[in-house]
Nanobody, 126 residues
Framework: QVQLVESGGGLVQAGGSLRLSCGDSGRTFSRYAMGWFRQVPGKEREFIARIKWSVGSTNYADSVKGRFTISKDNAKNTVYLQMNSLKPEDTAVYYC???????????????????WGQGTQVTVSS
């Protein structure tokens, strides 16, 4: 496992934007894809988006499609989550995750990520 560190969370009004960043500890590690999840207390962690590191193809949850964009900077080993048109229901702790190997079969966000960050709080006020 590697140490992932998120930043960029905070308090924003509904309709506003935030950009989250996720870097690593500097150790070289196998990185097939990077993703973002979020979790609200009392609920299961929810998959948000994934980007494949080499080809840049993306997957999104329907709840954020068209509002959130995942991107990467290979040179900086950093993945970003641009969040626009934020809603109060987007309030959660957001986690960065790394997928070190290709999925076995279809992509399964509940199974395929093997390293996690500590999370960053995003609060959207109405």
């Amino acid at each position: 496992q590697v140490q992932l560190v998120e930043s960029g969370g905070g308090l924003v009004q509904a309709g506003g934007s935030l950009r989250l960043s996720c870097g690593d500890s500097g150790r070289t590690f196998s990185r097939y894809a990077m993703g973002w999840f979020r979790q609200v207390p009392g609920k299961e962690r929810e998959f948000i988006a994934r980007i494949k590191w080499s080809v840049g193809s993306t997957n999104y949850a329907d709840s954020v499609k068209g509002r959130f964009t995942i991107s990467k900077d290979n040179a900086k080993n950093t993945v970003y989550l641009q969040m626009n048109s934020l809603k109060p229901e987007d309030t959660a702790v957001y986690y960065c995750a790394a997928q070190s190997r290709p999925s076995t079969g279809s992509f399964n966000p509940s199974r395929d990520f093997d390293s996690w960050g500590q999370g960053t709080q995003v609060t959207v006020s109405s």
